[in-house]
């Protein structure tokens, strides 16, 4: 018996990668009963093959238009709240991931059009996300919930997916994992340099997780980059607690 054995996970995937096929404004009964707008990505994921959608709520005021490709708000407003989970998700993806780097051209539609997520790929990971209080006469510190968010772009529309072995990460041998995570990494060449160097992270992040040590190690020396950058292959030939191996099991 271990303390593992009496944690209470969610159930729901919350660490996976998803490629979005389409995107449109709905609603879903599965999320406040059908009464409140979402954005609704469409798509697929290697690593969780139950996930077909992914969706964030707008917030209040605004109104499905053009079945499902556009949405407005009831006073005119061109954007969303900024503590609102689609005005996280425009931060997230435009301020921390750097889009514009990778893909100048999202900027050349607008939130409001679900057109602009079409063809995207992101690592998602479920997180806690804290609404701020803003009644004065209230000490608590807000509503906390979790959503899935993007950790990394994995690509962009026009780019070439790299293939995924249609048998789950988990089970795949050491040879099929390090062909896939070298894939994926050499797909990621083309990014920004800090944008480049945190998605191969995240790769070998999640392949030392498939893996044991050796085996790890094998396969990310194989993958284009890691050799090319001195601190990263001193954390992956790391033997030691502090290695990217251990930290990423620990």
């Known amino acids: 018996m271990s303390r593992e054995d009496f944690e209470?996970?969610?159930g729901f995937a919350d660490d996976f990668d998803f490629f979005i096929d389409d995107a449109r404004f709905g609603y879903l009964r599965s999320?406040?009963?059908?009464q409140v707008p979402l954005l609704i990505w469409e798509g697929h994921s290697p690593d969780a093959e139950d996930v077909t959608e992914v969706s964030f709520p707008l917030g209040t005021g605004w109104t499905v238009r053009d079945s499902g490709a556009r949405v407005e708000h009831e006073k005119g407003r061109k954007t969303f709240i900024r503590n609102?989970?689609?005005?996280?998700l425009i931060r997230r993806v435009v301020d921390e991931l750097k889009v514009e780097q990778r893909y100048p051209a999202f900027f050349d539609g607008s939130p409001r059009e679900a057109k602009?997520?079409?063809?995207f790929g992101f690592h998602l990971k479920r997180e806690k996300i804290t609404y701020p209080n803003l009644r004065r006469d209230d000490s608590s510190q807000g509503v906390e919930t979790e959503r899935l968010m993007p950790v990394a772009i994995l690509k962009v529309p026009g780019e070439k997916a790299a293939a995924a072995s249609k048998a789950p990460k988990d089970v795949q041998g050491p040879a099929a994992a390090a062909a896939s995570a070298a894939a994926d990494a050499r797909a990621?060449?083309?990014?920004?340099?800090?944008?480049?160097?945190?998605?191969?992270?995240?790769?070998?992040?999640a392949l030392a997780k498939r893996l044991d040590r050796q085996q790890f190690q094998l396969a990310a020396l194989d993958m284009p980059g890691v050799a090319d950058d001195p601190e990263l292959l001193n954390e992956v030939i790391d033997d030691s607690e502090e290695g990217l191996w251990a930290k990423a099991r620990a």
């Open 8 to 10: 209470t996970p969610s």
């Open 31 to 34: 999320y406040m009963d059908g």
């Open 84 to 88: 609102s989970i689609m005005g996280h």
């Open 116 to 119: 602009i997520w079409a063809g």
């Open 188 to 205: 990621s060449e083309g990014g920004s340099g800090d944008a480049a160097k945190k998605l191969l992270r995240t790769k070998l992040v």
